[in-house]
């Protein structure tokens, strides 16, 4: 029985920490704040010791996951609202580099050293603390820098060249399976891809990887037997 009431709170509290992870929204591992880490953590924990741990009931770790993750959805909603608690809770991007300075001072305030500011410039091409005219530490502690105009990369507006539109290439198969959503924002239906398939001679839509609509009018297709071999890509 002790076995089967742990299948049952772990099922349970899978399902509990799915729908709350929708409800805290989307972040990268990298935009995330210490606040953020801290509630993570914490979540984890909660979740972790209700499942293992036959003395804690499924209701008490309910209660306290939806306490956990309704905290930062709540607190979120007041940083829309408040700046001042935003500023409180997230704190603000610090500079770090200032007209190709180093601010020592507020590297000191967030205990950052100049191991930490040559990792992250490496990280981000830079091997030259020259090179940075600004760098700023944000809040997810990632380093945001601007390099000094003579060692910024030429783009093709300082040539004075027009560059090649390109638009957004919108999916319609993948893995075999057609995106309908996707097929309504290009205005097609099913019968039109089984159409492009069956010019391609592709007789097996699962046999298709990948499939997209390109802004040009153009259907890029991958096959699975393709993809295995050199990933060949198909046009229209």
Wanted: with cysteine; charged share 25%.
């Amino acid at each position: 029985m002790n076995h089967l009431y742990i299948f049952i709170k772990s099922i349970v509290t899978f399902i509990v920490l799915l729908i709350l992870a929708r409800l805290m929204g989307r972040k990268q591992l990298s935009q995330i704040t210490f606040f953020d880490y801290i509630v993570g953590i914490t979540i984890g924990s909660i979740a972790g010791s209700g499942i293992v741990e036959s003395n804690i009931d499924i209701y008490d770790t309910i209660i306290a996951l939806v306490v956990w993750g309704l905290l930062p959805v709540i607190t979120g909603y007041i940083n829309l609202k408040n700046m001042h608690i935003r500023k409180l809770i997230e704190s603000d991007p610090m500079i770090i580099i200032q007209n190709g300075i180093v601010n020592e001072k507020n590297m000191r305030k967030v205990r950052y050293n100049i191991g930490d500011l040559l990792m992250q410039l490496r990280e981000k091409g830079v091997f030259d603390l020259s090179e940075v005219e600004f760098a700023l530490l944000e809040a997810h502690g990632e380093l945001s820098i601007l390099k000094k105009p003579c060692n910024r990369e030429v783009t093709l507006k300082d040539l004075n060249i027009k560059g090649e539109y390109k638009g957004l290439t919108i999916e319609v198969i993948l893995d075999g399976v057609i995106l309908k959503s996707h097929l309504n924002i290009i205005n097609k239906d099913e019968k039109w891809i089984f159409n492009q398939l069956k010019n391609k001679g592709i007789q097996d839509i699962k046999e298709v990887i990948y499939a997209g609509y390109t802004c040009d009018g153009r259907l890029e297709i991958i096959e699975r037997n393709n993809f295995k071999k050199s990933n060949k890509i198909r046009k229209k």
